[in-house]
């Protein structure tokens, strides 16, 4: 609308012509973005013909968030648009940066069920600078190490202090916050400096230009075949797991030349010197602190020891020197091997129809196992020694065989076994590379079902004394397959126990294999 004829525009008018709303053109003119060109006798604002487009300007700066007083240093020549809008977006960056920052602690919190009493500390810990990262890693390796002499296993933990991104992820501030955490307790600065202390000790004066490589190859192949070991179910204890040692010995002793007074030969020096390499390398408290690392700062995470690490520890621990390697026992008679399992596999499927539902979380003589997973390495063991009569091992031992019908499952892989064992003439045929005979698989399948049958019992509170008619027979084959066994940490076997007077032939054998 124009008010006196010379083109200017009352407030009303600019508002319909650029869409900007009559509240939102007055506080633009107030704050001096918009100065009128003149008034009305009445006092009211009126704007010239270059007020549309000025408004446009104010309008877009507004919505690109910069601040009033950079919007009129713009208008009035006072500063570019560009210098402005290079400032207000490093501002911007700053406040994106803290936005994300905000978002990750908030992921984390929500993550880890922070408690409210934990929650400045988080916070607190969130904030901290790059320096004040390093800072509270170099405290904890110079307190951990103190009066170690260890240079360069010093320098490489110092080498690692964590750089989080500028954005990082839930995950990554979710690991700083533990790492921040764990680095507190004392048995990982106890671990931290045994590991110091082992590298100073065994370290090599001048290490060779391969020395990392080396290791980390030999590192796989220990993984490597203990992974391999516990798929085709080699116990480290063992004389099928004594070839796996030779092998990894052999391997490793090349990476101790420069090292004090290396091994030449394997035997039980070179043994010892292995197992305790291991035994650093696989420490928990530091396995932990660089898996922990590592996510932090988004490098690749090392390879975990995990259970094939277990097993190749295990078996060096029962094979401490070279020995004889695999000493098979006698084959028994097949058929009477066939029927010795037989009875073994009706009397435990018998005990296994009967456990209930509600049973299957409960606790059994098997450390750390529940009645379910007792049941499920049971019905693995029966689908194991099918395969390997099939000549087609399998390899998906921690999956789980139960389904929703242990009973059934159980049943099924009894039924397999026997179906493999007659129809492939298992018991008169030899496998693997040491040839044995066929019917000794179908023995131990017998041993392994009544020792797990009687933890299984136990577990129920049942009467253990299972298959009565064959148990002698059980524990005698037992003591042959074996008796030669080292009772190690890690092994398959406790040290044997005094079974009480009268005991049944099953709590024998369970008193005999450390029960």
């Known amino acids: 609308m124009q008010e006196d004829g010379g083109g200017l525009l009352t407030i009303g008018a600019l508002a319909r012509l650029t869409g900007v709303t009559v509240k939102t053109v007055r506080r633009w003119s107030d704050e001096g973005l918009l100065p009128p060109a003149a008034r009305t006798p009445a006092g009211y604002r009126l704007y010239g013909p270059d007020a549309p487009a000025r408004l446009e300007i104010v309008r877009t700066l507004r919505e690109l968030g910069i601040g009033t007083a950079e919007i009129r240093a713009v208008l009035c020549s006072e500063r570019t648009v560009a210098d402005t809008a290079g400032h207000w977006a490093d501002a911007l960056d700053t406040q994106i940066r803290t936005l994300r920052l905000r978002r990750a602690v908030l992921r984390a919190v929500a993550a880890r069920g922070t408690a409210a009493e934990e929650l400045p500390d988080v916070h607190r810990l969130a904030r901290l600078t790059a320096a004040e990262r390093r800072r509270i890693i170099e405290e904890f390796v110079t307190d951990a190490l103190e009066g170690v002499a260890a240079p360069v296993y010093r320098a490489g933990l110092l080498a690692a202090a964590p750089d989080l991104p500028e954005d990082p ?11 921040a955490g764990h680095i507190q307790r004392p048995e990982v600065r106890a671990a931290l400096r045994r590991l110091a202390e082992y590298s100073a000790r065994t370290a090599p004066a001048v290490p060779s230009a391969t020395a990392a490589e080396d290791a980390a190859r030999v590192a796989h192949l220990m993984r490597e075949r203990g992974a391999a070991a516990l798929a085709a179910g080699v116990a480290a204890d063992s004389p099928a797991a004594e070839p796996v040692v030779a092998e990894l010995v052999a391997a490793w002793l090349p990476t101790q030349a420069g090292t004090p007074d290396p091994p030449e030969r394997d035997g039980a020096r070179a043994r010892r010197g292995l197992l305790e390499q291991l035994d650093a390398a696989a420490e928990p408290h530091i396995e932990r602190y660089w898996q922990l690392m590592c996510a932090a700062t988004g490098r690749p995470r090392p390879p975990r020891w995990g259970a094939a690490g277990a097993w190749t520890a295990a078996a060096l621990r029962a094979h401490p020197e070279p020995g004889r390697g695999v000493v098979l026992p006698p084959a028994p008679d097949a058929r009477r091997a066939l029927y ?16 209930p539902g509600e049973a299957l979380a409960g606790p059994t003589p098997c450390d750390g196992w529940t009645v379910r997973r007792l049941i499920g390495h049971m019905t693995w063991e029966n689908l194991m020694i099918a395969s390997i009569a099939r000549d087609a091992p399998r390899t998906d031992q921690d999956a789980d065989h139960l389904g929703d019908d242990h009973a059934a499952a159980f049943r099924a892989s009894v039924g397999e076994a026997l179906t493999a064992f007659t129809q492939s003439g298992m018991p008169e045929r030899t496998y ?16 392994e079902l009544l020792a797990h049958g009687w933890d299984l019992a136990r577990a129920l509170g049942a009467p253990g004394d299972l298959a009565p008619e064959v148990a002698e027979e059980v524990l005698e084959a037992a003591r042959g397959l074996y008796g030669t066994a080292p009772r ?14 009268g005991a049944s032939g099953a709590d024998r054998l369970a008193a005999y294999l450390g029960r």
């Open 432 to 447: 693997g590379p040491y040839e044995a005979p066929g019917a000794l698989f179908v023995q131990q399948a017998a041993v």
């Open 169 to 179: 992820a839930p995950g990554q501030l979710g690991a700083w916050l533990d790492l």
């Open 488 to 501: 190690t940490r890690g092994g398959s076997f406790a040290p044997e126990r005094p079974a009480p007077a």
């Open 340 to 355: 010795v399992y037989e009875r073994v596999a009706a009397h435990v499927t018998a005990l296994v129809d009967g456990v």
